[in-house]
């Protein structure tokens, strides 16, 4: 019961991770030409798009790299992990998400305290909160860790199972 609970709120996240990185994208691209088109065929820049597609990617980015997590596409030394047998490839594997898992955490309560500082500011050109821009940090670290324990759970369950 509390397995399937946890199955069906993880796909959940999946799709909304997807989901999101694909409006994101969308709207970024739309910003960015949009921003091209007033520049250079109408030759008056709109001073908001250049801030918005930069904070458009910052969302983008943290949310792209916890489904970089999800399909295990981060940078990593296989070559010198292919050298162990696969329980030990398993274990190491444990050790290094344990590692990440934990920067995961650090950096999630790190970023709450940099929202509490950020809230008052305002962006200078699109004139909104900077702690929407910030709080990218705080939710990517979340869908993050998210993705790492689950591939936590995938290793230990390897290695009970050989």
């Not at 030759?43 to 980015?61: D, G, H, K, Q, V």
Request: positive net charge.
């Amino acid at each position: 019961m509390f397995s399937k609970l946890i199955r069906n709120i993880y796909r959940i996240v999946k799709i909304m991770e997807q989901n999101m990185v694909f409006v994101l994208l969308a709207i970024m691209v739309s910003n960015v030409a949009i921003g091209v088109f007033f520049r250079y065929v109408l030759n008056n820049s709109l001073p908001w798009t250049e801030e918005m597609a930069r904070y458009l990617m910052i969302w983008f980015a943290f949310i792209g790299m916890a489904i970089a997590f999800r399909d295990e596409e981060h940078v990593n030394v296989s070559f010198v992990l292919n050298l162990f047998p696969i329980p030990i490839r398993n274990f190491i594997k444990i050790i290094s998400y344990l590692l990440v898992l934990f920067f995961l955490v650090t950096l999630f309560f790190q970023s709450l305290n940099v929202l509490r500082v950020v809230k008052i500011q305002i962006s200078p050109a699109l004139g909104i909160p900077m702690i929407y821009p910030y709080l990218a940090v705080t939710f990517g670290s979340i869908l993050m860790a998210i993705e790492v324990i689950s591939l936590l759970c995938a290793n230990v369950s390897a290695i009970f199972k050989e």
